[in-house]
């Protein structure tokens, strides 16, 4: 099983940025897809980013493209979600996820149906 933990959420102002992690302290998360959803109150968690195993393949959604970038660190089993630009629409719980298809070596996409493991997610707020 494989347990992930996100850190580096908080309050920011219009325009600020943050830098979001996803660690596990288990399983290689190289081996695997990872996504980055987020959930606003009241409405649907939604895809914002991925990278597939490989780090060959990215992918954002239209409202972050240009300001969000995600990468991952395989010495430290890390990935990270840089967070540019921010805007109130923003705000909201960030959660990191995994995914092993058959095509996660070299691509990924933004259905969280695909993603089996999730964390507890992190708060980002942005407010001035």
């Known amino acids: 099983q494989v347990q992930l933990v996100e850190s580096g959420g908080g309050l920011v102002q219009p325009g600020g940025s943050l830098r979001l992690s996803c660690a596990s302290s288990g399983a290689s998360l190289g081996y695997y897809a990872i996504g980055w959803f987020r959930q606003a109150p009241g409405k649907e968690r939604e895809g914002v980013s991925c990278i597939s195993s490989s780090d060959s393949s990215t992918a954002y959604a239209d409202s972050v493209k240009g300001r969000f970038t995600i990468s991952r660190d395989n010495g430290k089993n890390t990935v990270y979600l840089q967070l540019n630009s921010l805007e109130p629409s923003d705000t909201a719980i960030y959660y990191c996820?995994?995914?092993?298809?058959?095509?996660?070596?070299?691509?990924?996409?933004?259905?969280?149906?695909?993603?089996?493991?999730w964390g507890q997610g992190t708060q980002v707020t942005v407010s001035s």
């Open positions: 996820a995994t995914a092993m298809t058959s095509y996660s070596d070299y691509e990924c996409r933004l259905a969280r149906s695909e993603y089996n493991y």
